[in-house]
T-cell receptor, first 114, second 114 residues
Framework: DAGVTQSPTHLIKTRGQQVTLRCSPI?????VSWYQQVLGQGPQFIFQ???????GRGNFPDRFSARQFPNYSSELNVNALLLGDSALYLC?????????????FGPGTRLTVT | AQSVTQLDSQVPVFEEAPVELRCNYS??????LFWYVQYPNQGLQLLLK??????LVESINGFEAEFNKSQTSFHLRKPSVHISDTAEYFC????????????FGQGTTLQVKP
């Protein structure tokens, strides 16, 4: 069975640009969460979507936005990129919305902002 | 608000020696507790979790962790480590909002030496 997939694997952007990251959950999973992992730190929660509705938002500026599509895939958008946005962006999927249900993480997208 | 503290940033140990990775959390409500492992250039993999019931939980590859409510700890142990256990280990706690949001510690790098 395919796990959580994310695209692209790596990308390099310039300050001020916009970026879109994509995530495909495991088949049957309806919850998708996004995390930012800065080098040397633990992941930080950005968003959770369940059944196409936002269920949680972390302490990130409005430059960060996300959405979930009818097939439960998800996109994370970041506008007006800053150098500090350089990080590994992780997507996690689970059957349902609560943390009682195991979350499966994708390999991540490595974003470098120059 | 919940928080997680991993008391050691790096733990060097020789192969076949025992190891303990320490994790303390703070929360005013009941929580779920998790340990994730991250190998280089990969996403996170769930190692083990405490949801309820027995306070000692085990993984399939020899790790165990004990939930200690009075000390608010969830330390990870293995009686004999292998070179292949070299990785980054993250302790996480569920958020009180009953969503899938996880709050991660800073991580502990386990370095197993031959």
């Amino acid at each position: 069975d395919a796990g959580v997939t994310q695209s692209p694997t790596h990308l390099i952007k310039t300050r001020g640009q916009q970026v879109t990251l994509r995530c495909s959950p495991i088949s049957g999973h309806k919850s998708v969460s996004w995390y930012q992992q800065v080098l040397g730190q633990g992941p930080q929660f950005i968003f959770q979507y369940y059944e196409k509705e936002e269920r949680g938002r972390g302490n990130f500026p409005d430059r960060f936005s996300a959405r979930q599509f009818p097939n439960y895939s998800s996109e994370l958008n970041v506008n007006a990129l800053l150098l500090g946005d350089s990080a590994l962006y992780l997507c996690a999927s689970s059957l349902k919305e609560t943390s009682y249900h195991e979350q499966y993480f994708g390999p991540g997208t490595r974003l470098t902002v120059t | 608000a919940q928080s997680v503290t991993q008391l050691d940033s790096q733990v060097p140990v020789f192969e076949e020696a025992p190891v303990e990775l320490r994790c303390n959390y703070s929360s005013s409500v009941s929580v779920y507790l998790f340990w994730y492992v991250q190998y280089p250039n990969q996403g996170l993999q769930l190692l083990l979790k405490y949801l309820s019931g027995s306070t000692l939980v085990e993984s399939i590859n020899g790790f165990e962790a004990e939930f200690n409510k009075s000390q608010t700890s969830f330390h990870l142990r293995k009686p004999s480590v292998h070179i292949s256990d070299t990785a980054e280990y993250f302790c996480a706690v569920s958020d009180s909002s009953n969503t899938g949001k996880l709050i991660f510690g800073q991580g502990t790098t386990l370095q197993v030496k031959p």
